[in-house]
C-alpha cells in the first residue's frame, strides 16, 4: 500500500478516573447505592492532590494548609470553588432522585462536608457544611459556636436526630439546640 499514509497510534487509555473525573464518579455511586439502598452511610475522602493536579495546581495539597497569600491562597480558592461546584452538582442529584411519596433523596440524606483542620494546624473552628433533611436539622443557616465547643457536638446532634438512641459520642459535652429544627 504504497502512498497511504500511515494512521496515527491512538494514545493509551488511562488507568482510570483522577482529580475531578474521580470525584464525579464517586458521588454519583454514593447517588445511586443511596437510591437503590444498598446503604445508609457512605463515607468520602477526597483525593486532594489528583483533585488540584487535574486542575493544573501545582501547589502540593499540604502547603495549601498554609495559608497565605500568593500561589498557595489561590491554589486554596480554586481548590475551595470546583469542590463546592461539585458538590453543588451532588445535591442536585440527590434532589432530582423522586422518592415514592413526592419527596426527594435529599430530603432523606444528610450531607457533610468538611476537614479535619482549620488552617495550618489548628484542630479548632473546623468549617463544617452539612445539608439534606435527614437529621432534622434547620438548613440554611450559618452557625459560629462558642470557641471550645467540641465537634463532637454535631455529630451527636446528627446521630439523634437521625433516631439513633445515644447520649455520647466521642467528647461531645451535649447536642446543639441551635442545629435542631423547633
Not at 29 to 45: E, G, N, Y
Not at 133 to 141: D, F, P, T, Y
Request: with cysteine; glycine share 10%.
Amino acid at each position: 500500500m504504497a502512498g497511504r499514509a500511515k494512521a496515527a497510534a491512538a494514545a493509551a487509555p488511562g488507568e482510570g478516573l483522577v482529580g475531578r473525573d474521580e470525584v464525579r464518579l464517586i458521588y454519583d455511586i454514593i447517588v445511586a447505592a443511596l437510591q437503590t439502598d444498598s446503604t445508609r452511610v457512605a463515607t468520602f475522602r477526597q483525593p486532594i492532590q489528583h483533585l488540584l493536579t487535574s486542575l493544573g495546581v501545582t501547589v502540593a495539597a499540604h502547603d495549601m494548609s498554609h495559608y497565605a497569600p500568593g500561589d498557595r491562597m489561590a491554589a486554596s480558592q480554586t481548590r475551595d470553588r470546583v469542590q463546592s461546584e461539585m458538590l453543588a452538582t451532588f445535591f442536585d442529584k440527590l434532589k432530582a432522585v423522586q422518592e415514592p411519596d413526592g419527596s426527594s433523596l435529599f430530603d432523606h440524606t444528610t450531607v457533610v462536608f468538611g476537614s479535619n483542620l482549620r488552617s495550618i494546624h489548628y484542630l479548632d473552628n473546623c468549617p463544617t457544611l452539612i445539608a439534606g433533611g435527614g437529621s432534622g436539622i434547620r438548613l440554611g443557616q450559618h452557625v459560629a459556636m462558642p470557641k471550645g465547643t467540641p465537634l463532637c457536638n454535631v455529630w451527636l446532634t446528627l446521630l439523634q436526630g437521625s433516631g439513633i438512641a445515644t447520649d455520647s459520642f466521642g467528647d461531645a459535652t451535649g447536642t446543639l439546640r441551635e442545629l435542631r429544627q423547633a
